[in-house]
Structures are given as C-alpha cells and as structure tokens.
C-alpha cells in the first residue's frame, strides 16, 4: 500500500479575469503522508484556497502533476472526478453546508446516496457509525436549525467521514465558531487522526494551526515555509484549563 | 442515485415549499382540465348529433331532385319533378347493394277530426318507408301492398298529430280524419321520436300510401324524393354510388351531363357531421392547450428560482460526489413531479368539470381515455421540457462558485 496520499509535482494555476491573468499558483511541489495532519496557512490571496480546491478535485492545475491515492487527477474527466471526491474524499467547510429541514442522519446519509453500490441498510449504518465517531448519536433526528454551530460542524465532520475516506480536507472549519467550540471541533480532528485519518486543513489563525503535525505556509502562490510542529498543542489538555461556560450550547 | 431516492428528494424539496409547488402546478392543473373538459364536451356532442343522425334512418340513401335553375334563378328542389316511380322501381330491381326502396310525396294541409284541426304534412310512402326511417308503429298495424295499389284512404298518425286532434293519450285507432276535406281511416299510430338535431318536430307527421298522396292530396305524377336503406354501413358508399349509376341510366343522362338528382347517404352526412365536430373540439383543445404552455412556462420560472435558491446546495452535492447528471436528474425529477401531479389534479378536476358543463348543457360529457392519456403524455414532456433548461443551468454550475454563492 502507497503511503504517500498526496503528491504535487510543479503545481500552477491561472485564471483569467477579463485580460489580466492572476497567477493563483506559481509552482507548487508537495507531499502529504498518509495519517499527517497538515495545517494549510496563509494570508488572503496567498493561493491557499485555491490550492484546497484542487486538492478536493473540485479544480484542475494548469500545469503540473497532482497524485491522489496515486491516481493522476489531470488525466480524469468530469464523471471520473466526481467518483473520486465520492469516495477518496471529505469536505467539511467553513459554513458546514447542511442541508436545512434534513436531520443530522440523513445529511450524514448523502455522500453514500451518490455511490450506487450501497445499499441503503448499509447507508443507513454507516451514518450512525459516523455520527457515533463524532458523539452525536443522540442527536440524528434533529434538523440543522435545531443544533448549535458546533453540532453542526460536527455533523459536517461525521458527512465527510461517512464514506471513510483517504483524504479529509477542511476549509476554515473554525472560522464560524467561538473559541472553545473551535478547539473542541480540534480536539476532534485531533482524535481522528490518531485513529490514522489524513487530515488537511486550512487556517489562517496561527493557534488553530498549531493543533497539526505539519505546518505548510502560502504566500504569493507558492509555499514559503514548511515545518513540523515542534509544541505542539493537544486540544483535550487546553479544554480542561478553559473555564466551562454555563451555556455554552442549546438543545 | 436510483430512482426512488431520486423521487424521495424530489419530493421532499416540494414538501418544503407546499404553496409554491401548488401554485405553480395550478398552471398545470388548468390547462389540463380545460384541454379535458373541452374535449369531453366536444366528444359528447358529436356523440349525441351522431345518434340523433343515426336515429333517421338505417343506413339511409336518400336522392332528391337536384335544384332546377332556369335562367340563372334557382327554384328549389321540390318544384322538381325529376323523379318518377319507375325510378324506385328501378332501383328495386337492378341495385344489389340496396335492401329497401320507398317513394316519397309530400303534401301539407289542414287535417280535422271533429271540431279540432292542425297543419301538418302528409308523407306518401310505401310500406318499406318504416323500416327504412326506423319509425314504429306502436298500435294499429301498417297499410299493405294491396292498400297501396288500391289508393285506400289509410293514414298512420304521428305523435303530434294525435296530441293536437285528439288530446294527449287518446287512441285514434279507427277513427275518420280529414284531410284536405278527404276522409282518412287512421289504421295505426308511430311511437314518438322526439326532436331531430336541428329542432324539427320528427312526430309531426302523417304517413299513407304514396299512391294515395300523389293522385288524391297532391295531384302530381312525380315522387318528392326516394329512400333506400343500403344492405350495411359498410356497403353504404357502394350503395350510394350504385343508386347514382342507376339513376343516370334510367334518366338518360350523357357521360358529360349534370345530374338532375342529388344522392345522399346517411354515413356521408355523419362524416360531414363528424368531421365539424371533430374540427370544432380540436380548436377547443387547442385554445385551452395555450393554456397548458403557460403553466409549463410557470414551471420552467419556479424552477430557475429553486435552482438559484440551492446554488450552495447544488454545489454541496457536487463536492461530495454528485455528477452533472446526478444534479440534473434531480430537478428534472422535480419538474416532472410538478407537471404529472397537476396532470393527475388536472384530469380529475377537468372531468368534474365536464360532468358539470354536460349536465348545464344536457350533452353528455364523454372523457375518453385517449384524452386522458394524452393529458399525461403532454404533462409528462411539459415537465421535460420546462425542466430541462434549468436543470441543465444547475448540472452546469461550477462547484466552487457555487458552494461560495451568498
């Protein structure tokens, strides 16, 4: 089995807006391993987002290679693509993305709809097994407006987890939330990749980064800095100092 | 995705918004009861006018002298005297597709029994006329050949008649008549027939021998018209062309030369009748068909609006795995819900309608089954169509717009 997930080999990316080409990436080489918990960083415009985009296939490179569970993403096309986000990948973003008036269990439920093989017994365990992994069982048959925003994210989580994907990818899965719902939402992430998911996420605050193993740092469409995590914080030890708050989410 | 889940999203995506989904299927829904109810109403009457068309005679041929024209001034058919009884007896001998041959005299005139007296017309037949007309006589009997050949003064009443000389229910059965001062012995009554399509009195009439009718009531030596039944309404075209034939021959009338005669059959007439109803329903149908392609219009609007409102849903789906088609299928399933489900409101509410207007109007209002597969077919492509554009403008979405859409 290929232990490397992610392979980047000469990465670029335009776009054209009207005549002016923005060169979002400008050579990008990268390798991600599997069970690595990287933390994308950078400032706006700095080609992080984009580069999240064609790590989620929901973008193709202009030039240069790019390696999922080593497959060459460039030679697909749009169906093939589409299987592959299927079922290599997790998205969880920034604004959860649930469906309203859908509970918990069937916004779980939706990748597995997009994959004719499972039966929908089998949907339907996988769901529970997903939202177990993320301690909202109890919470499956309540719809997205009946969750606070942390809930939410978590069900985003146990979505992107649903079809056991090589590759989580998360987008600012923090920016909506209050501190200590951000490092519980960690504190998860945390736990995840210990049990060996891949992990990639992009921040752009500097705390939240330090939850990774591995920092990658994008500036001007290129990476600036790369560096392991040398303190690294463990969101567990951090929740027990913070003071518990008397209402900290609703029912 | 397979196709009930396709259907439980659908479906579910409407629920949420119950009263615009009504609403835009209420376009639907009144295009196809209109497209129903027209066609009901316009299949009803054709129906009725074909039965009360068939209800004349069966399987007549009719021939009428053909107008005359003297210097360009048309005189009219019945100041004819083109046809003569050696033609009916023509016609009996030599047409082989023709079962039943009777003459036709007319006279009009005062008939009184007592102190009561009414205008009516006298028709002088043979005694195939009956059959041939499908008149019955209920009580009495009908005159004979013997009667025939003899000028008997025999009358059968019609309805009407009764009713003005006698009073409603009366039994005239040997009773004396006059008419036109002659004395009649009324030998049988006919059993009423009611209103003819164009709203003549079909019971107001007295039948006799056509010998007597044409030497003692009209003084003429030509017939007014002749009646046959053909063998079969298949045979009816033959019949009629037989009959022309014949006619030529007997009246000498050269390869070039117009005819002095007209020959109608009765299937012509239904055809003719048929096809103007048949012309008429279409144009209802069609106007209310304009009706139907504004509510598929109205779907084509209210799914560009859902469309637009799920942009980020639409791109939700793609990240986690749906293809173009995937998403396509979706809405498409979505319109075409929308446009059976008023189909299905539609017919049932079309059909009511029909019942309703049919009963205003005492035609029955027949809903065939065609109709109302074709409302369905029509619902069906409506949704396909209306749907396909936006359904397409969804699939095409690109997925990071789309999931960044405010």
Redesign the interface.
């Known amino acids: 089995m290929n232990d490397i997930i992610i392979e980047i080999q000469g990465l670029r990316k335009d776009y054209h807006v009207g005549e002016v080409t923005v060169h979002a990436l400008r050579g990008v080489d990268m390798k991600i391993q599997k069970g690595e918990f990287v933390a994308i960083m950078g400032a706006s415009g700095s080609g992080k987002s984009t580069m999240l ?1 064609i790590l ?1 296939c ?2 193709q490179p202009t030039h240069g290679d790019y390696l999922l569970d080593g497959i060459n993403v460039k030679s697909m096309n ?2 093939a693509v ?2 592959l ?3 290599k990948l997790g ?1 969880v ?1 920034q604004a959860y ?1 649930l ?1 309203a ?2 509970t918990a269990l069937e916004n779980v439920e ?2 597995l ?4 093989k499972i039966r929908s017994k089998e949907r339907k365990e996988a769901a529970l097994r997903a939202l177990e992994a993320v301690g909202l069982s109890d919470r499956m048959h309540h719809m997205p407006n009946q969750l606070s925003g942390g809930q939410q994210q978590r069900v985003a989580i146990a ?1 992107s987890l649903v ?1 056991d994907p090589v590759l989580i990818l998360a987008d600012e899965p923090t920016g909506n939330l209050d501190t200590r719902t951000s490092f519980e939402i960690m504190e998860l992430f945390q736990e995840l990749n210990e049990k060996g998911r891949t992990i990639v996420y992009v921040t752009h605050e500097l705390d939240i980064a330090r939850f990774a193993t591995r920092n990658v740092m994008f500036k001007d469409g290129k990476i600036s800095r790369e560096n392991m995590v040398t303190e690294r914080l463990n969101a567990r030890e951090i929740l027990k100092t913070l003071p518990v708050e008397a209402i900290e989410e609703f029912d | ?2 196709y009930s ?1 396709l259907l439980r ?1 659908a479906l ?1 995506a409407l629920i ?1 918004n119950k009263l615009r989904a009504f609403l835009t299927m209420l376009g639907i829904i009144i295009g196809v009861a209109s497209v129903i109810a027209m066609l009901a109403i316009g299949e009803g009457s054709k129906q009725k006018i074909r039965k009360q068309i068939s209800s004349m005679g069966s399987n007549m041929v009719m021939v009428m002298p053909n107008f005359q024209r003297r210097g360009g001034v048309s005189l009219g058919s019945s100041s004819s005297m083109a046809l003569k009884y050696s033609d009916v007896v023509a016609l009996r001998a030599d047409a082989s597709d023709v079962s039943a041959v009777s003459p036709e005299v007319r006279a009009s005139g005062q008939v009184i029994y007592s102190n009561q007296n009414t205008q009516t017309t006298i028709y002088g037949v043979s005694e195939e006329y009956l059959s041939i007309k499908k008149l019955e006589v209920i009580s009495g009997r009908t005159f004979n050949a013997n009667e025939v050949k003899n000028m008997s003064k025999v009358c059968i009443l019609g309805q009407t008649v009764i009713e003005n000389l006698f009073g409603a229910g009366a039994d005239p059965i040997g009773l004396s008549i006059r008419i036109k001062n002659l004395p009649f012995t009324v030998i049988g009554t006919l059993k009423d027939k009611g209103e003819s399509g164009m709203g003549q009195d079909e019971d107001d009439l007295i039948i006799a021998p056509y010998t007597t009718v044409q030497r003692r009531l009209a003084a003429i030596d030509y017939i007014n018209g002749i009646y046959a039944s053909a063998i079969s309404e298949e045979k009816s075209p033959a019949a009629l062309a037989e009959v022309e034939e014949i006619l030529r021959r007997t009246h000498k009338i050269k390869e070039s030369g117009e005819n002095d005669f007209r020959v109608m059959s009765q299937s012509e007439l239904l055809n003719t009748v048929s096809s103007i109803t048949d012309v008429m329903t279409y144009l209802l149908g069609a106007i209310a068909g304009i009706s139907l392609l504004v509510g598929g219009i109205g779907i084509m609007n209210i799914m560009f609006v859902s469309v637009t409102e799920r942009t ?2 639409i ?12 998403i396509l299928k979706q809405f498409l399933a979505e319109s075409i819900i929308l446009s059976i489900l008023g189909g299905v409101m539609g017919v049932i509410f079309g059909y009511l309608l029909a019942r309703l207007a049919g009963s205003l109007m005492s035609t029955p209002a027949i809903v065939k089954t065609q109709s109302v597969v074709l409302a369905f077919a029509v619902c069906f492509i409506i949704g396909v169509f209306f749907g396909w554009y936006p359904a397409r403008k969804a699939a095409n979405l690109n ?2 717009d789309a ?1 960044r859409y405010e």
Request: hydrophobic residues 30%.
């Open positions: 985009n989620g929901l973008d749009k169906d589409a299987k986000r299927n079922q998205f973003f993305n469906l008036r859908t939706l990748p709809f997009y994959n004719p979505r079809n | 995705m397979n889940n999203i579910r949420r980020r849903e791109g939700l789906r793609m990240s986690i795995g749906g293809r173009g088609k995937d997925p990071i999931l």
